[in-house]
């Protein structure tokens, strides 16, 4: 069962037919469960990729370079499906959510990770799903249930065990926490701004547009970008351009096509697979290991998340 989406201003709607959005109870398709378990396997290796790779790229440059190869990708496939461009107002939140989060939050994770391990990185990163969860009940009306606001707290004193095992170590790695949570808050305003933008866009454009926005904003980089590319191995540079294809064009693309067909909140909270999936890859790859401090508090978040999955009577 579906129900209409009226049409917003700007929209090409009088002649169109309408865009449709799932009922609350409707079943979502197998593509869009697809989409989520794509977006999660892609994501949790661009943790491991960044951390790989990190040697030999600085952080504006890889967002910049990890950008450009997503770009070039990613519009082969849509500019020839373009038909409207935004205008006016329209460019206000892709603006906003390609500043915040394709670079904002690419390069604060980029430097985080030259600090802190990626399973480690992964876990703080994923306090996101509740700030979104929050965000969207108080901006897109999907509510703000009881166990919502339990599930939230008992999940930031996850990111506080974290912290805690990390200041442990040494001062860089606070930073890094901070960083990581910096990310984390860009992350989420963008994933609301961006939620709107996808009744009138296709994932891909949305998407598009957003990358094209931050790549201009780390254009600054591009002078470092060169140089490191001439500098770094060949695995290196191959490692940036994945960063590019997988978990940016594609899997970024496959997260907005799962935002337009799932309320946010419930979205984001599937991205708590996210981290144990990075520590997985990260053991295959790397062989790193969080710390058991990071281990424990990384388990209470994802306790803390499935509190918000339950249901007030």
Same mark, same amino acid.
């Given at each position: 069962?579906?129900?209409?989406?009226?049409?917003?201003?700007? &929209?090409?709607?009088?002649?169109?037919?309408?865009?449709?959005?799932? +009922?609350?109870?409707?079943?979502?398709?197998?593509?869009?469960?697809?989409? #989520?378990?794509?977006?999660?396997? =892609?994501? +949790?290796?661009? /943790?491991?990729?960044?951390?790989?790779?990190?040697?030999?790229?600085?952080?504006?440059?890889?967002?910049?370079?990890?950008?450009?190869?997503?770009?070039? #990708?990613?519009?082969?496939?849509? =500019?020839?499906?373009?038909?409207?461009?935004?205008?006016?107002?329209?460019? =206000?939140?892709? #603006? %906003?959510?390609?500043?915040?989060?394709?670079?904002?939050?690419?390069?604060?994770?980029?430097?985080?990770?030259?600090?802190?391990?990626?399973?480690?990185?992964?876990?703080?990163?994923?306090?996101?799903?509740?700030?979104?969860?929050?965000?969207?009940?108080? /901006?897109?009306?999907?509510? /703000?249930?009881?166990?919502?606001?339990?599930?939230?707290? #008992?999940?930031?004193?996850?990111? *506080?065990?974290? *912290?805690?095992?990390?200041? &442990?170590?040494?001062?860089?790695? !606070?930073?890094? !926490?901070?960083?990581?949570?910096?990310?984390?808050?860009?992350?989420?305003?963008? @994933?609301? =701004?961006?939620?709107?933008?996808?009744?009138?866009?296709? %994932?891909? &454009? @949305?998407?598009?547009?957003?990358?094209?926005?931050?790549?201009?904003?780390?254009?600054?980089?591009?002078?470092?970008?060169?140089?490191?590319?001439?500098?770094?191995?060949?695995? *290196?540079?191959?490692?940036?351009?994945?960063?590019?294809?997988?978990?940016?064009?594609?899997?970024?693309?496959?997260?907005?096509?799962?935002?337009?067909?799932?309320? +946010?909140?419930?979205?984001? +909270?599937?991205?708590?697979?996210?981290?144990?999936?990075?520590?997985?890859?990260?053991?295959?790859?790397?062989?790193? !290991?969080?710390?058991?401090?990071?281990?424990?508090?990384?388990?209470?978040?994802?306790?803390?998340?499935?509190?918000?999955?339950?249901?007030?009577?």
């Amino acid at each position: 069962m579906t129900t209409t989406t009226p049409a917003e201003p700007g &929209q090409p709607s009088p002649d169109l037919p309408p865009r449709t959005t799932p +009922a609350p109870g409707a079943t979502i398709s197998k593509l869009g469960i697809a989409a #989520v378990i794509i977006t999660v396997v =892609l994501w +949790a290796s661009a /943790f491991v990729g960044i951390r790989a790779v990190g040697p030999s790229f600085s952080p504006g440059s890889l967002t910049l370079g990890r950008l450009a190869v997503a770009a070039v #990708v990613l519009g082969i496939v849509v =500019l020839p499906t373009l038909k409207v461009w935004p205008s006016g107002r329209e460019w =206000l939140p892709i #603006v %906003a959510y390609g500043v915040m989060w394709f670079g904002g939050y690419n390069v604060a994770l980029n430097a985080a990770e030259h600090m802190l391990d990626a399973g480690t990185s992964a876990m703080l990163i994923n306090v996101s799903p509740i700030l979104i969860a929050i965000l969207a009940g108080v /901006f897109l009306k999907e509510g /703000f249930p009881r166990w919502l606001l339990i599930g939230s707290g #008992v999940a930031f004193c996850g990111v *506080a065990m974290i *912290a805690l095992g990390s200041g &442990q170590r040494s001062t860089a790695d !606070v930073a890094g !926490v901070l960083l990581c949570l910096l990310a984390a808050v860009l992350a989420s305003v963008s @994933a609301i =701004l961006q939620k709107p933008v996808l009744r009138k866009f296709t %994932a891909g &454009q @949305a998407t598009w547009f957003g990358i094209m926005v931050g790549a201009i904003c780390c254009l600054p980089w591009t002078g470092q970008l060169i140089s490191e590319v001439q500098a770094a191995p060949l695995p *290196a540079t191959l490692g940036l351009v994945y960063l590019g294809i997988f978990p940016t064009a594609i899997a970024f693309t496959t997260w907005a096509y799962a935002l337009s067909l799932i309320s +946010a909140g419930k979205l984001a +909270a599937t991205t708590y697979l996210v981290p144990g999936t990075t520590i997985l890859i990260s053991w295959a790859v790397l062989q790193e !290991v969080p710390t058991i401090w990071g281990l424990i508090g990384g388990v209470i978040c994802l306790v803390g998340v499935g509190l918000t999955r339950r249901r007030t009577r």
